[in-house]
Protein backbone atom coordinates (compact mmCIF):
# COMPACT_ATOMS: atom_id res chain seq x y z
CA UNK A 1 0.00 0.00 0.00
CA UNK A 2 1.12 3.44 -0.24
CA UNK A 3 -0.05 7.02 -0.72
CA UNK A 4 -0.29 8.99 -4.07
CA UNK A 5 -0.34 12.99 -4.76
CA UNK A 6 -3.59 13.62 -6.13
CA UNK A 7 -2.03 14.96 -8.96
CA UNK A 8 -0.15 12.65 -9.82
CA UNK A 9 -2.86 9.62 -10.35
CA UNK A 10 -5.50 8.69 -12.61
CA UNK A 11 -7.90 11.86 -12.56
CA UNK A 12 -10.69 9.77 -13.44
CA UNK A 13 -10.02 6.93 -10.72
CA UNK A 14 -9.45 9.94 -8.06
CA UNK A 15 -13.01 11.42 -9.45
CA UNK A 16 -14.77 8.31 -8.88
CA UNK A 17 -13.15 7.50 -5.63
CA UNK A 18 -14.44 11.14 -4.45
CA UNK A 19 -17.33 10.53 -5.92
CA UNK A 20 -17.71 7.69 -3.53
CA UNK A 21 -18.11 9.53 -0.72
CA UNK A 22 -21.02 11.47 0.77
CA UNK A 23 -20.76 15.11 1.09
CA UNK A 24 -19.81 15.06 4.71
CA UNK A 25 -19.26 11.27 5.56
CA UNK A 26 -18.10 10.47 9.83
CA UNK A 27 -16.53 13.93 9.67
CA UNK A 28 -15.13 13.85 5.87
CA UNK A 29 -15.97 16.90 4.30
CA UNK A 30 -15.91 15.97 0.36
CA UNK A 31 -15.19 19.27 -1.25
CA UNK A 32 -16.13 17.88 -4.48
CA UNK A 33 -19.38 16.02 -3.59
CA UNK A 34 -21.41 18.02 -6.26
CA UNK A 35 -18.41 18.82 -8.85
CA UNK A 36 -18.79 17.60 -12.85
CA UNK A 37 -15.27 16.00 -13.90
CA UNK A 38 -14.49 19.40 -15.80
CA UNK A 39 -14.42 21.28 -12.38
CA UNK A 40 -12.69 18.56 -10.38
CA UNK A 41 -9.79 18.62 -12.78
CA UNK A 42 -9.21 21.96 -12.11
CA UNK A 43 -9.54 21.27 -8.34
CA UNK A 44 -6.62 18.88 -8.75
CA UNK A 45 -4.51 21.27 -10.17
CA UNK A 46 -5.66 23.87 -7.28
CA UNK A 47 -4.74 20.65 -5.10
CA UNK A 48 -1.11 20.86 -6.90
CA UNK A 49 -0.84 25.06 -6.11
CA UNK A 50 -2.07 24.57 -2.31
CA UNK A 51 0.83 22.05 -1.79
CA UNK A 52 3.39 24.94 -2.44
CA UNK A 53 0.87 27.59 -0.61
CA UNK A 54 0.15 29.10 -3.80
CA UNK A 55 -3.72 30.41 -4.20
CA UNK A 56 -4.93 29.50 -0.46
CA UNK A 57 -7.99 31.08 0.48
CA UNK A 58 -7.42 33.27 3.41
CA UNK A 59 -7.02 30.98 6.52
CA UNK A 60 -5.89 27.91 4.90
CA UNK A 61 -2.57 26.62 5.31
CA UNK A 62 -0.47 24.54 2.48
CA UNK A 63 -1.70 20.70 2.33
CA UNK A 64 -1.27 17.72 0.15
CA UNK A 65 -3.72 15.83 -0.88
CA UNK A 66 -2.96 12.11 -1.34
CA UNK A 67 -4.57 8.57 -2.49
CA UNK A 68 -4.68 5.97 -0.37
CA UNK A 69 -3.66 3.20 -2.98
CA UNK A 70 -3.77 -0.71 -2.25
CA UNK A 71 -1.28 -3.20 -3.12
CA UNK A 72 -3.98 -4.17 -6.35
CA UNK A 73 -3.42 -0.45 -7.37
CA UNK A 74 -7.07 0.10 -6.07
CA UNK A 75 -8.09 3.92 -5.49
CA UNK A 76 -9.02 2.93 -1.70
CA UNK A 77 -9.24 6.31 0.04
CA UNK A 78 -8.59 9.82 0.45
CA UNK A 79 -5.77 11.64 2.84
CA UNK A 80 -5.28 15.44 3.66
CA UNK A 81 -1.78 16.47 5.11
CA UNK A 82 -1.79 19.60 6.34
CA UNK A 83 1.73 21.31 6.57
CA UNK A 84 1.45 23.09 9.42
CA UNK A 85 -1.92 24.64 12.15
CA UNK A 86 -3.08 27.79 12.54
CA UNK A 87 -5.59 28.74 15.30
CA UNK A 88 -8.73 27.23 13.41
CA UNK A 89 -6.78 23.72 12.86
CA UNK A 90 -5.01 23.83 16.03
CA UNK A 91 -8.26 23.89 18.01
CA UNK A 92 -10.43 21.80 15.16
CA UNK A 93 -9.09 19.29 12.40
CA UNK A 94 -6.01 19.50 12.91
CA UNK A 95 -3.07 17.86 10.55
CA UNK A 96 -4.79 14.96 9.05
CA UNK A 97 -8.13 14.05 7.27
CA UNK A 98 -9.14 11.21 6.00
CA UNK A 99 -11.55 8.54 4.27
CA UNK A 100 -11.64 5.46 2.87
CA UNK A 101 -14.24 4.44 0.71
CA UNK A 102 -17.50 2.10 2.39
CA UNK A 103 -16.41 -0.61 0.26
CA UNK A 104 -13.06 -1.02 1.37
CA UNK A 105 -13.72 -0.39 5.30
CA UNK A 106 -12.69 -2.81 7.61
CA UNK A 107 -9.79 -3.93 6.14
CA UNK A 108 -7.47 -1.80 7.71
CA UNK A 109 -6.53 0.97 5.27
CA UNK A 110 -7.22 3.53 7.31
CA UNK A 111 -4.72 2.41 9.97
CA UNK A 112 -1.81 1.59 7.08
CA UNK A 113 -3.02 5.26 5.80
CA UNK A 114 -2.49 6.69 8.96
CA UNK A 115 0.95 5.33 9.60
CA UNK A 116 1.79 6.29 5.90
CA UNK A 117 1.73 10.52 6.69
CA UNK A 118 2.97 9.98 10.16
CA UNK A 119 5.88 9.34 7.72
CA UNK A 120 5.57 12.48 6.16
CA UNK A 121 5.16 14.29 9.06
CA UNK A 122 8.31 12.95 10.48
CA UNK A 123 9.65 14.32 7.21
CA UNK A 124 8.66 17.57 8.24
CA UNK A 125 9.49 17.77 11.68
CA UNK A 126 6.39 17.70 13.22
CA UNK A 127 6.66 16.10 16.46
CA UNK A 128 2.89 16.55 17.68
CA UNK A 129 0.32 15.69 15.41
CA UNK A 130 -3.24 16.86 16.00
CA UNK A 131 -5.98 14.55 15.19
CA UNK A 132 -9.76 14.79 15.56
CA UNK A 133 -13.04 12.68 15.15
CA UNK A 134 -16.70 12.77 15.50
CA UNK A 135 -17.19 10.76 18.64
CA UNK A 136 -19.56 8.55 16.73
CA UNK A 137 -17.37 7.27 14.23
CA UNK A 138 -15.51 4.38 16.63
CA UNK A 139 -13.67 3.12 13.86
CA UNK A 140 -11.21 6.37 12.98
CA UNK A 141 -11.20 6.88 16.36
CA UNK A 142 -9.86 3.12 17.13
CA UNK A 143 -7.37 3.86 13.68
CA UNK A 144 -5.74 7.02 15.62
CA UNK A 145 -5.52 4.73 18.81
CA UNK A 146 -3.51 2.01 17.04
CA UNK A 147 -1.06 4.76 15.78
CA UNK A 148 -0.71 6.17 19.13
CA UNK A 149 -2.72 9.03 19.59
CA UNK A 150 -4.14 9.75 22.74
CA UNK A 151 -7.50 12.21 23.71
CA UNK A 152 -6.12 15.88 24.42
CA UNK A 153 -9.67 16.74 25.08
CA UNK A 154 -13.04 16.74 23.69
CA UNK A 155 -16.58 18.94 23.61
CA UNK A 156 -20.10 16.92 23.30
CA UNK A 157 -19.27 15.68 19.42
CA UNK A 158 -15.71 15.49 18.56
CA UNK A 159 -12.40 13.55 20.14
CA UNK A 160 -9.07 15.49 19.37
CA UNK A 161 -6.18 13.59 19.69
CA UNK A 162 -2.81 14.08 19.57
CA UNK A 163 0.09 11.31 18.60
CA UNK A 164 3.72 12.14 19.46
CA UNK A 165 6.15 11.52 17.00
CA UNK A 166 9.86 10.27 17.82
CA UNK A 167 12.68 11.25 15.56
Known amino acids: MHLLELWKGDNNLSFELYKSFEQNENGFVNP ?3 MNKEEYDEYVKLCF ?9 E ?3 PDTKYI ?3 DENEYVG ?4 RHYLNNV ?3 GAGHIGYGIAKKYRGRGYGNKALALVLEKCKERKIKEVYLSCLKDNEASYKVQLANG ?5 EDDDHYYTRILLNE
Not at 49 to 57: A, E, I, T, V, Y
Not at 149 to 153: M, T
Open 32 to 34: CFQ
Open 49 to 57: HHSFGLDLK
Open 59 to 61: GYV
Open 68 to 70: VVN
Open 78 to 81: IVNF
Open 89 to 91: LEN
Open 149 to 153: AFIHH
